[in-house]
């Protein structure tokens, strides 16, 4: 069936942008929505499937990763971009980042304004781009996007133009260096029978398949975003009612979402069979109902955490409660580790678990596994500091902050003509002398992933007076890149996977090095140890990918400019005649340029 064009893109030249989507007049009027029972719980899942995981050495062979998907896709940018333009400088460029955050509320009269909130709670997620879409009382769906940070996108009047009792929200890492504000989410259209926004987190890796198919029989992509897919694959399916839609399109996607959806009187949140990315569920004392991708949204909005949406779930809120249906049978869930290593709040209950207590006994692990004669502990901050904790109490040894982060640190920043080392790192992390000063220390971050940061940061310390500097990692080494929404460099870029442990300590120049055993991390998660996705420590992957796969990635161009097959870096080149079943790709039969 011929697809609309559901996503016109907005003037380019603003930097925010207002939709607005009349009320269809094509709504059916005899629909008759299904039963279902009322927020139906799923009896716990049984762990029968035994995990298991390769003994990996710490230098890793090629062959370890030959059917990771990305393996060859930066081949052209062995370079960083920092090195070839001064002026821009990535607060982060050394770590694993989250792609988004999403958050959804029903039935408050300030749904737009909390979601606002939510979404400054979830900030850490993404900070290229920001979106609220709300229902209105009069049934339209009206959209504020913009690039920049939520406090830079939205005011009091941009609030003032989403009224109603209902709206979702989302928070963007851009793919790219410069984040494209037709890329930003929420996205809404219109189709046949009525009006839909959706806040996504994830990466779908049949993407590419998916799309192809699409544009086959007609439809017309407005922008670059693996969401658009979702919305043109509920335009096209002719299940009732709506939210049969959705269920129907999910059934298409492989890869990991968490998403919400808006309609003019529903708000429906979805995860993906996996569970690779959270979502959660809370209730304002108001009996509204906030969704969002982690509790530490629903503590800003006075929420009150109710429970996960679980892997495989839809549920559906609308006046007459909330609903719950299950997306398909699922598998054993596998839920990124990551989110309790790095990307989480220190305060936010993540797959049922505490981040701040992961973190502190995954520090305590070392000091007991790894210990070192020290006369100081402290943290590379802010996400290496609970785990810091942890060691000192284990080492018997004094934390203090002897390496202070600015917070007012931009984009981009004007380089003195004259060359100073080290210069992006000196203008986020400021040493303490008094702390270092003839002492030695024990550093802790959460993970290492090129390597080029943390040798900047030992470098510092011992130019602050440090006597030693050993370096705890509180996760194992990174040998892999991820494609479910965590943007990764290739293996190729990731130096644990081309050197040993003490090649890498050679590298950073740090006395001793060591990281967290991936057998200690599950020993610690004990009976959900079979329900983490530890793909990016071992290169087995929950769910291959199909065809041509997007990166999820900064230094790679977001799919705008040109065609895409003329993307260099951006899709992996496959067999542009491979159709094949999503989970049953034979790499070897293709052309021979899908992964090496």
Not at 448 to 476: C, D, F, N, Q, Y
Request: glycine letters at 8%.
């Amino acid at each position: 069936m011929k697809s609309t064009n559901l996503l016109p893109p907005p003037n380019p030249t603003m930097s925010a942008a207002t939709t607005t989507i009349p009320p269809s007049t094509h709504l059916s009027a005899n629909k008759t929505p299904p039963t279902f029972l009322k927020l139906t719980l799923f009896k716990p899942l049984t762990k029968t499937t035994p995990f298991h995981h390769s003994n990996l050495t710490h230098k890793i062979s090629s062959t370890i990763y030959s059917r990771n998907p990305l393996s060859d896709v930066i081949s052209s940018f062995q370079q960083h971009p920092d090195d070839q333009n001064p002026i821009f400088y990535s607060e982060d460029d050394d770590k694993p980042r989250e792609e988004c955050g999403v958050v959804g509320i029903f039935n408050d009269p300030e749904a737009s304004r909390l979601c606002y909130l939510a979404l400054h709670a979830l900030q850490h997620r993404g900070q290229e781009g920001a979106g609220i879409v709300a229902a209105t009382p009069d049934g339209v769906l009206k959209s504020v996007t913009g690039v920049g940070l939520v406090s830079e996108v939205f005011n009091q009047s941009k609030l003032d133009q989403l009224p109603g009792d209902n709206a979702i929200g989302h928070v963007r890492y851009s793919t790219a260096g410069q984040s494209m504000l037709k890329n930003v989410q929420p996205f809404v259209a219109g189709y046949r029978f009525g009006r839909v926004g959706v806040a996504h987190n994830g990466n779908l890796v049949n993407y590419q398949t998916l799309r192809a198919e699409l544009e086959e029989n007609g439809s017309i992509f407005g922008t670059s975003s693996d969401t658009e897919v979702v919305l043109h694959l509920i335009a096209i399916s002719k299940q009732r009612p709506f939210f049969l839609r959705i269920v129907e399109a999910c059934e298409k996607l492989r890869g990991a979402y968490s998403m919400v959806f808006l309609t003019e009187d529903k708000l429906v949140a979805v995860r993906d069979p996996f569970g690779f990315r959270p979502l959660v569920m809370g209730r304002r004392s108001n009996g509204a109902i906030v969704f969002a991708s982690e509790t530490c949204a629903l503590d800003l909005i006075e929420a009150t955490y109710e429970r996960e949406v679980n892997p495989g779930e839809v549920l559906i809120v609308d006046k007459d409660g909330v609903q719950s249906l299950c997306l398909m049978p699922h598998p054993e869930p596998k839920s990124c580790i990551f989110e309790h290593i790095y990307f989480s709040l220190p305060n936010s209950v993540v797959f049922g678990k505490s981040v701040y207590e992961s973190r502190r006994k995954f520090g305590e692990i070392l000091g007991t596994e790894s210990p070192v004669d020290c006369d100081v502990v402290i943290a590379v901050p802010d996400s290496g500091v609970v785990a810091a904790i942890g060691y000192a109490n284990k080492a018997g040894v004094p934390f203090q902050q002897g390496l202070i982060r600015s917070h007012y640190v931009g984009r981009t920043f004007i380089e003195p003509s004259q060359r100073i080392r080290d210069f992006g790192v000196k203008l986020k992390l400021s040493p303490v002398r008094a702390v270092l000063e003839g002492k030695r220390v024990v550093v802790v971050d959460d993970s290492i992933v090129r390597g080029t940061t943390s040798s900047k940061i030992v470098r510092l310390l011992k130019e602050a007076g440090a006597k030693e500097v050993h370096m705890r990692i509180a996760s194992p080494p990174i040998i892999a890149s991820c494609y479910y929404g965590v943007d990764t460099p290739s293996p190729d870029e990731l130096i644990s996977n081309r050197m040993s442990v003490e090649e890498i300590r050679e590298f950073i120049g740090c006395d001793s090095l060591a990281f967290l055993k991936i057998n200690s991390l599950k020993r610690m998660l004990a009976g959900d140890s079979p329900n983490f996705c530890y793909a990016c420590f071992s290169g087995d992957y929950p769910v291959l990918p199909s065809g041509i796969v997007k990166r999820v990635g900064d230094f790679v161009d977001d799919g705008l400019n040109g065609s895409i097959d003329s993307i260099d870096g951006g899709w992996l080149q496959g067999s542009k005649e491979q159709k094949g079943d999503d989970l049953g790709v034979n790499y070897e039969e293709q052309d021979g340029k899908v992964p090496v």
